[in-house]
C-alpha cells in the first residue's frame, strides 16, 4: 500500500491511497498529488536543503541560599 497524506489542524488528510502494483496507471494522479519535495526526490534524487536555525541563549546559576557559596557574577550579563 501507499499511503500519502497531508496534515492538517483536524488531524492528517489522504491525498493519494493506492497499491504499488497500480502506481503505473495512477502516475498522473501521484504526480499532480504529491509535493514537490517527494517528486524531486523520487524523480532526480535530490534531498530538500533543511535551513539550520540557531538559537542563543543564555545559562545563568540558580541563586544560592542564605549561607551557602555565591558563584561568580558573569562577565556578558
Known amino acids: 500500500m501507499i ?3 497531508e496534515e492538517t489542524p483536524f488531524g492528517w488528510t489522504a491525498i493519494y491511497r493506492g497499491t504499488v502494483g497500480a502506481t503505473g496507471l495512477d502516475t498522473q494522479a501521484l504526480e499532480e498529488n504529491m509535493p514537490m519535495w517527494l517528486l524531486e526526490y523520487l524523480l532526480t534524487n535530490k534531498v530538500p536543503t533543511v535551513p539550520m536555525i540557531k538559537v ?3 545559562l545563568l546559576p ?3 541560599r542564605k549561607g551557602a557559596e555565591q558563584l561568580p557574577d558573569l562577565l556578558n550579563t
Do not use: K
Request: charged letters at 0%; hydrophobic letters at 45%; a neutral charge.
Open 3 to 5: 499511503h500519502i497524506s
Open 62 to 64: 540558580y541563586p544560592a
Open 56 to 58: 542563543g541563549f543564555v
